[in-house]
C-alpha cells in the first residue's frame, strides 16, 4: 500500500519499508527508519514512550499479537511529511479498527507514532496480551 502523490520522497521511501516489515512480520528493520528519539503513544499507555527500543519493542510484540492484520485506507497531509493509516484486526478473537498516525522528519525517520484503536474490549485484549510480554521492559522508556 503505497502511493501518496504529496508524500516526501523521504518520508515515502521509509513508509514503504514499514509496509514491508508488517508484511514480513518482522520489524528487524524498523530502527533504520526510525529518530532514535521517537515517541510513541500506544493506547494501552496513558504517558509516551521516547526511544526507538520502546517503538521496536512494542510495535514487534503487537504485529505478532495481531491476528488479520490489514491496512485498509491511508492518506498523507500537505506537506508530506505526515500519514494516516487505517488498519483492522483481531486481538484474543475480538474486531479492532484502528489507526496509525506517522510523523516523519525531513530523511524519512519517524519521529512521532501514535496508535488509536476501538472498540474498548479489543484494546483490553491488546493490553492484556502485551502486559504479559513486556510490562517488565516498558517502564524504563517513559
Known amino acids: 500500500m503505497t502511493g501518496l502523490p504529496h508524500l516526501h520522497p523521504a518520508a515515502a521511501a521509509s513508509l514503504e519499508r514499514w509496509h514491508a516489515m508488517i508484511a514480513r512480520k518482522d520489524l528487524g528493520e524498523l530502527p533504520s527508519i526510525t529518530h532514535p528519539e521517537v515517541v510513541l503513544r500506544f493506547p494501552i499507555a496513558f504517558n509516551p514512550y521516547h526511544s526507538v527500543e520502546a517503538l521496536v519493542l512494542v510495535m514487534s510484540n503487537a504485529v505478532q499479537i495481531f491476528e488479520d492484520f490489514n491496512y485498509h485506507r491511508q492518506a498523507a497531509t500537505a506537506d508530506g511529511r505526515n500519514v494516516v493509516l487505517e488498519f483492522s484486526a483481531k486481538v484474543g478473537g475480538k474486531m479492532a479498527k484502528g489507526i496509525d498516525f506517522i510523523r516523519f522528519d525531513d530523511d524519512g525517520k519517524i519521529i512521532e507514532f501514535d ?14 496480551e502485551m502486559a504479559k510480554r513486556v510490562s517488565g521492559a516498558l517502564p524504563s522508556f517513559k
Not at 496508535?115 to 491488546?126: C, D, G, S, T, W
Open 115 to 128: 496508535v488509536m484503536m476501538r472498540p474498548l474490549n479489543a484494546a483490553q485484549a491488546l493490553a492484556a
